[in-house]
């Protein structure tokens, strides 16, 4: 897969760069030369990164980012991001493609940001009701923290859903886990709460998935 492809690709790079002796391996000596000059490389990229953010915003050149320069800052960040928002608004919401948002098309978008809104508040609350439960099951003591003690109940809790899941996602009960089961895995718990069948979770079917998983 890509990941596998970018990960041997990276390691032969590595090979030819720091394996001086062509064994196949990078060790002692060759680990450590590799090491040293990673350290460099990144340190190197630091001070570059440093110094560019330093030429674009200390105005007086004085070494120091002081009040008025870091209000400059915060105000092309504000800007940056408020030109993002109306990129975004266009491509989601610019049905015609005239460039500009209509009276209809801002009440489309109006309408998406308010359920955006609605979900992420129903999430809160969904988060909020999960560690409820959670303290309520494994703070034993109810002095509303997790103890040592306790925190060992709460790892072997995890360790069997987690070995539970393993043997739901592994179809063939071979004890490895493909790429093809984990997505047939994830495809089964999406179609479970694809209520209406278009392929895709609405914010509501999303929600009742919080939920549910979460055993509220």
Do not use: C, H, P
Request: proline fraction near 0%; charge should be negative.
């Amino acid at each position: 897969n890509m990941y596998r492809d970018r990960a041997e690709q990276r390691r032969k790079e590595l090979l030819e760069k720091y394996d001086t002796d062509s064994d196949g391996e990078i060790t002692g000596e060759e680990r450590t030369a590799m090491v040293r000059a990673m350290r460099e490389e990144s340190r190197r990229r630091t001070e570059e990164a440093r110094q560019s953010f330093m030429d674009q915003w200390d105005a007086n050149k004085d070494g120091e980012i002081d009040d008025e320069e870091r209000q400059a800052i915060r105000e092309s960040f504000r800007q940056r991001a408020e030109q993002w928002r109306r990129d975004r608004n266009l491509r989601r919401y610019d049905a015609n493609g005239d460039g500009k948002l209509d009276e209809e098309e801002t009440a489309a978008m109006e309408k998406a940001e308010a359920e955006r809104q609605r979900f992420i508040e129903e999430a809160r609350k969904i988060r909020e009701q999960r560690r409820k439960e959670f303290m309520e099951k494994f703070d034993t003591d109810g002095d509303g923290e997790i103890s040592e003690e306790e925190r060992e109940v709460v790892r072997e809790d995890f360790r069997k859903r987690a070995e539970e899941m393993r043997k739901q996602i592994d179809a063939d009960g071979d004890g490895e886990i493909t790429r093809e089961e984990r997505t047939k895995y994830w495809e089964g718990v999406r179609n479970t709460y694809d209520e209406d069948g278009d392929g895709e979770l609405s914010m509501d079917e999303r929600l009742k998935m919080m939920r549910e998983v979460s055993g509220s």
